[in-house]
Nanobody, 124 residues
Framework: QVQLTESGGGSVQAGGSLRLSCAAS????????MTWFRQAPGKEREGVAL???????GYANSVKGRFTISKDDAKNTLYLQMNSLKPEDTAMYSC??????????????????WGQGTQVTVSS
């Protein structure tokens, strides 16, 4: 049974930083695409950042240069370091996983495994 559990969300002022974590169990972390998504009220879910089994990364344009995704395969944990936060970053952040099959993407329809989410609120 694959389980993903996020933590690290909270409330910060604009310009601040947060580090999200996603603890995974039930599968071999190193053979999966790992991705962070977010969804703000009234908006569609957005892929934020991904990391492949080769530790290559990809980011949405809206977070490039501010967010950094990383993972520790030994701990089966995924991270998202978020710097220079803006009010528009306010959303529920969720991690997702799928078995690597040649590539990874930011399309949420491709991910069968999801965490419950952690709320990030950025005030101006």
């Amino acid at each position: 049974q694959v389980q993903l559990t996020e933590s690290g969300g909270g409330s910060v002022q604009a310009g601040g930083s947060l580090r999200l974590s996603c603890a995974a169990s039930g599968y071999t972390h190193g053979s999966y695409c790992m991705t962070w998504f977010r969804q703000a009220p009234g908006k569609e879910r957005e892929g934020v950042a991904l990391i492949t089994i080769f530790n290559t990364t990809g980011y949405a344009n809206s977070v490039k240069g501010r967010f950094t995704i990383s993972k520790d395969d030994a701990k089966n944990t995924l991270y998202l370091q978020m710097n220079s936060l803006k009010p528009e970053d306010t959303a529920m952040y969720s991690c997702a996983a799928r078995r690597y099959a040649g590539s990874c993407s930011l399309r949420d329809s491709e991910y069968p495994y999801w965490g419950q989410g952690t709320q990030v609120t950025v005030s101006s």
